[in-house]
């Protein structure tokens, strides 16, 4: 089997929204709709850090959908709406048969669910669709027939959601946020195939999944800055030093048999994540924008 | 011959109810269109708020209704004499609350003419699967049970004594089913919440019985409510012996309900752990912490009002205590449900996207605002402690559906015989 999982190495995000803003345009998100957002850990504006200076502490946090393995959201879903996709994990949404209950945003503990509270607005300016055109339906025939998992221009009243854009992902394509993000923080592939950058990463870069405790088993996996090798706490009143540096950053990928998440240039051949076997051949819906 | 009666006393309080019960429903069915014109905009809920009063409400209604067919059934699961009289009553007023419980779901839906997705493709993991199912049991059941009763007491009006009991005793069997129906439909509703783990002022195995033991309170506040209301303008009858022994037990749910309450407090309280205690802090102490002090307040006046021997003889006075309780069974409502979105469990700035512009689109706090609508922070579109308050869209949609209720009570009342049958002594 296939599972579908995403890793971000929090040392490398440098939060500048790049993610964010290629999720909107890929998905054609409308105004105050945000799939994927970048949340700042420090102080209590984005972009400001925690602490007095010198000794300030700031990191980001992208949070999108973390298609969980146990997902409240799908088990509360009363018409099968949401529900998680067979062949690789996926959580997606049908936004024909959604209802609009919202009980799916009262059972995230993510909080990454967003609806459609009025008629979809746009920057005035902006009056035509961007991103992926054409709708695109589930390719694995287990979900059943007719799931428009995808729209460009989804109606009022639905709850929509981060889909690690399936759109693409059937067409072999990694999710866009994969592909616009600058520092390479973002990893994708098959978390059942050890030998995946992936499944290597969250294996050795101390990977953590985002509220643990609560058992909801995400698919999606963080790199927490502080945990990265040879890292101390700041103390005292030299600057904080709780990022792992160039020098670390390569010993550690040494030590985890050369590849770090993003490090090594695509050029020299470790990416791009693996697409996904199953569902690439049965594929049938037409390429992104 | 007391139907008769009954409309000679009543009529101009009958009638200027009805009017002013038509004019809150029309105003309610003209905010539902704009609601179904521009969609769930028009009201304050957003991505961080994604529930509010509609919910609140649908769970109130619930309650009151599941505490009505408690009392009407369990007075004849367990032969308790004294409430028959006002076992078609409470059963008239489960049936029209539990009507306008599953109707006020549609308001809470963004797709509305996809309701029946709901029978089509089930999924029998979700609680509200569950409860559309029990609520809709519940409806037949409650009306078949007040048909029963009725029929029954046709029946005997007429002399014909062997379909009398006939049909009492199809009702009493039938009670049997009724009773559980009843427990399970808010122990179901209260399941919507209290299995969400995502929620920690939800998630606790005390929801179910708080609920059970409020919807009591509000049923038998409603149930007295009523009484009082019916007995001196519609003439119904009702001994007030009667609304004594319905007080007293009303008194005794109160203090079940304020146990359960302060044992749920003092197992968050005492562990200290911040996730216990947060959550309870925001109750009390969030923006939204007076709805807590206000519920609290309003049951110990209602139970003071109650066990005081000189107040509770007087019908105003239990009428008050009745207000009081619905409201304060209302007020444990909307304390539960919005207070549990305010904070996230993910709680970083910028926050929640609200889900709607308002204004321009930046991420921050510099931006060009293009659009500006309605804002409270123009050109922001996100919210990292969620914030509510009904829209007065929310408000006549929720005080339609209330005095759709109640008119269905009032019609109910004036048209159907749900009074007190004639005595015993004079049918035999």
């Known amino acids: 089997m296939t599972k579908l999982g995403m890793l971000i190495d929090l040392s490398r995000c440098t939060g500048c929204q790049s993610c964010a803003v290629g999720c909107k345009v890929e998905n054609n998100e409308p105004l105050g709709i945000w799939w994927n957002r970048v949340l700042t850990i420090g102080g209590d504006e984005i972009d400001t850090p925690s602490g007095t200076f010198p000794e300030v502490q700031m990191h980001y946090m992208p949070l999108n959908c973390q298609h969980c393995e146990n997902a409240p959201c799908v088990k509360v879903c009363p018409v099968v709406a949401t529900y998680k996709r067979e062949s690789d994990g996926l959580v997606l949404i049908d936004y024909d048969r959604c209802i609009g209950c919202r009980y799916c945003m009262a059972a995230c503990p993510y909080g990454v669910r967003t609806f459609n509270w009025g008629t979809p607005e746009y920057s005035p300016g902006i009056d035509f669709p961007v991103g992926h055109q054409g709708d695109h339906f589930d390719v694995d025939p287990s979900s059943g027939p007719n799931r428009r998992v995808y729209m460009p221009d989804r109606p009022r009243g639905v709850v929509e959601k981060c889909s690690y854009c399936v759109q693409r992902v059937d067409n072999g394509i990694e999710p866009f946020c994969i592909q616009v993000c600058p520092t390479g923080a973002r990893i994708f592939g098959d978390l059942d195939d050890p030998t995946s950058i992936v499944s290597t990463s969250v294996r050795n870069g101390q990977a953590q999944q985002l509220l643990p405790e609560l058992g909801t088993n995400p698919q999606q996996y963080f790199i927490p800055p502080y945990t990265q090798k040879g890292v101390v706490p700041a103390t005292g009143n030299s600057a904080p030093s709780n990022l792992a540096s160039s020098a670390e950053m390569i010993e550690l990928a040494e030590e985890v048999g050369g590849y770090i998440p993003g490090f090594t240039p695509p050029a020299e051949g470790i990416v791009p994540p693996p697409p996904p076997p199953d569902v690439t051949k049965k594929n049938s819906e037409g390429g992104s924008a | ?428």
């Open chain 2, 1 to 428: 011959m007391q139907s008769t009666i009954l409309r000679d006393r009543s009529h101009f309080p009958f009638y200027s109810l009805v009017a002013v019960l038509l004019v809150v429903v029309i105003i309610g069915a003209y905010a539902l269109l704009l609601e179904f014109q521009n969609g769930l905009v028009i009201t304050d809920m957003r991505n961080a708020v994604s529930w509010g009063l509609y919910i609140s409400l649908f769970a109130w209604l619930v309650g009151i209704s599941a505490g009505g067919l408690i009392v009407s059934s369990a007075s004849a699961v367990f032969r308790i004499k004294q409430w028959q009289p006002i076992a078609k009553l409470a059963n008239l007023i489960a049936s029209c609350a539990i009507a306008m419980a599953a109707f006020s779901i549609i308001p809470d839906l963004g797709m509305p003419s996809r309701i029946l997705n709901l029978f089509f493709y089930p999924n029998l993991d979700s609680p509200l699967i569950w409860d559309v199912t029990i609520i809709t049991s519940y409806l037949f059941i409650s009306l078949f049970e007040l048909w029963l009763l009725i029929s029954a007491d046709n029946a005997r009006k007429k002399g014909n004594e062997s379909k009398y009991l006939d049909r009492e005793r199809i009702a009493r069997g039938f009670a049997f089913v009724a009773l559980p129906v009843a427990v399970l439909t808010h122990s179901v509703t209260a399941w919507i919440f209290g299995l969400q783990i995502s929620r920690p002022l939800w998630n606790t195995a005390l929801l179910a019985p708080l609920f059970i033991a409020s919807a009591i309170v509000s049923g038998l506040a409603l149930v007295i409510f009523v009484t009082v209301i019916a007995n001196r303008y519609a003439n119904l009858g009702v001994d007030k012996t009667v609304i004594s022994g319905l007080a007293r037990l009303l008194s005794v749910t109160i203090m079940v309900d304020l146990f359960l309450l302060a044992s749920e407090y003092i197992t968050s309280v005492w562990p200290a752990t911040p996730a216990e205690v947060s959550p309870l802090l925001v109750e009390f102490f969030g923006p939204y912490g007076w709805l807590a002090w206000v519920q609290w307040i309003f049951a110990i006046s209602a139970f003071a009002i109650l066990v005081v021997p000189k107040w509770s003889r007087s019908s105003l006075a239990l009428f008050g205590a009745s207000v009081l309780l619905l409201m304060e069974v209302f007020f444990y409502r909307l304390e539960l449900i919005i207070p549990a979105f305010v904070n996230p469990l993910v709680q970083y700035p910028p926050g929640t996207s609200i889900g709607t512009t308002t204004g321009g689109e930046i991420l921050s706090g510099i931006g060009v605002t293009t659009v500006p609508v309605n804002a409270s922070a123009p050109g922001f579109s996100f919210e990292l402690a969620g914030s509510y308050f009904p829209t007065w869209v929310e408000w006549s949609i929720a005080f339609g559906i209330i005095a759709m209720a109640a008119l269905l009570i009032t019609l109910g009342i004036h048209y159907l015989p749900v009074g007190p049958s004639e005595k015993q002594t004079n049918s035999v």
